[in-house]
């Protein structure tokens, strides 16, 4: 049984850093996609990026590139999301996910469906 438990949301000014933390106990993380999501109030969970099958490949929704990264730890079985230059629209709850089942396809990993296990989700605020 893989648990994910998020870490790092917090208040921050628009301009601003954070680093999330994904954490993953029960598997090794490396062997499976890993996907960031958030949702903000009265609005459906959306795709922010992900890392697939041993980070063959790297996918960013259009309104993150440039400012987002993920990137893995596998020696602390940890994902990462740094994001820099944040904006108001960036508030939201924030969500890992990874898909631990049979390997999905790429496209199948921009969406919540691709994943099997989430986490409890950690608060990102940006202020104006």
């Known amino acids: 049984q893989v648990q994910l438990v998020e870490s790092g949301g917090e208040l921050v000014q628009a301009g601003g850093s954070l680093r999330l933390s994904c954490a993953a106990s029960?598997?090794?993380?490396?062997?499976?996609?890993v996907g960031w999501f958030r949702q903000a109030p009265e609005k459906e969970r959306e795709f922010v990026a992900c890392s697939t099958w041993k980070s063959g490949n790297i996918y960013y929704t259009d309104s993150v590139k440039g400012r987002f990264l993920i990137s893995r730890d596998n020696a602390k079985n940890t994902v990462y999301l740094q994001m820099n230059s944040l904006k108001p629209e960036d508030t939201a709850v924030y969500y890992c996910?990874?898909?631990?089942?049979?390997?999905?396809?790429?496209?199948?990993?921009?969406?919540?469906?691709?994943?099997?296990?989430w986490g409890q989700g950690t608060q990102v605020t940006v202020s104006s």
């Open positions: 029960g598997r090794t993380f490396s062997n499976y996609a």
């Open positions: 996910a990874a898909n631990i089942g049979s390997r999905r396809p790429d496209a199948q990993l921009m969406g919540p469906g691709g994943y099997d296990v």
